[in-house]
């Protein structure tokens, strides 16, 4: 039987293998320095998260937390958005334009996950809306982290300082804190203007018209509108309603007599629609607000969670007090 030939090699080659079989294993990479800022962890709903760095594929479900992310100047981190109610802020369009738009509404959850994102933030809990399967915990199992705009918390409270909060929150998530940090202290000015300049004025009792044919829609006394009334020297008739928004009886509206109306402006129901409802109703004709004509207007936008609502406030203190 013959064995297959080997070659032996001289001594001399064999010493610079042995040299290198007998060099010491390479030491290994040091890890790298987390981000400025980072680990940060945050509490949002009741739902608690630890980010080693900002999120690098961010998609937003709502026009308002859209626009939070444009103001801090984050549209390169946003993969996709959804769901406007109205116009974007001119002062973000051309950035909100770089942004793929993934549905005109909600995407669905395949849409979603197609955009491969680290990160969804959505507006108001529809975003979220288990029936879907875009649940905050359905997205976690997916690898994907959160944030809910605080006025949809199961619990708490929806105020200017809990705007302060959102925007804090969102820059430090992002990593752009300081840039938060001056949006806060420009907003703070401007709301203190405006409560300078009605120092002193009587609150005008107001009623808000969001929709509705059978009830009224109506904004309650746990959102950002009602804070928004207050400080632009009104006081909601409904601010009794323990909700952001919820339906009122007409009767109700009738009892109450506002002397405003507040007309929330989106959707394919336009404004005048919405004023001839009121006016050509019989059983509303007594009402102050109706029988003077005395309407005031707000696109939905300027009434949410978000970054407009510092200047929303100076927008309808404008037309509460036309001569202040």
Known sequence: MTWPRRTLLPAAALLPLLAACSTAPEKPAPAAKPAPGFPYTVSNCGVKTTYQAPPQRAVTMNQHVTEVMLALGLEKSLVGTAYLDDAILPAYKKA????????????????????????????????????????????????????????????????????????????????VADRAETWIREARGTVAAAEKRLKDAAPVSVFVYDSGDKTAFTAGGKGIGNELITRAGGRNVFADLDKSFGDATWEQVVARKPEVVVIYDYGSTTVEQKKKRLLDDPALKDVPAIKNRRFAVMPLSDTVLGVRVPAAVDKLAAQLHPTR
């Open 96 to 175: 909100y334009d770089s942004v793929p738009v993934l549905a005109k509404e909600y995407p669905s959850k395949e849409a979603l996950l197609a955009a491969n994102p680290d990160f969804v933030y959505g507006g108001y809990s529809s975003a979220f809306a288990e029936k879907d399967g875009r649940s905050r915990d359905d997205l976690k199992r997916a690898g994907i982290d959160t944030r809910l705009n605080t006025e949809y918390c199961p619990s708490g409270s929806a105020s200017v300082d809990d705007l302060y909060r959102e925007v804090r929150e969102t820059g430090r998530t992002f990593g």
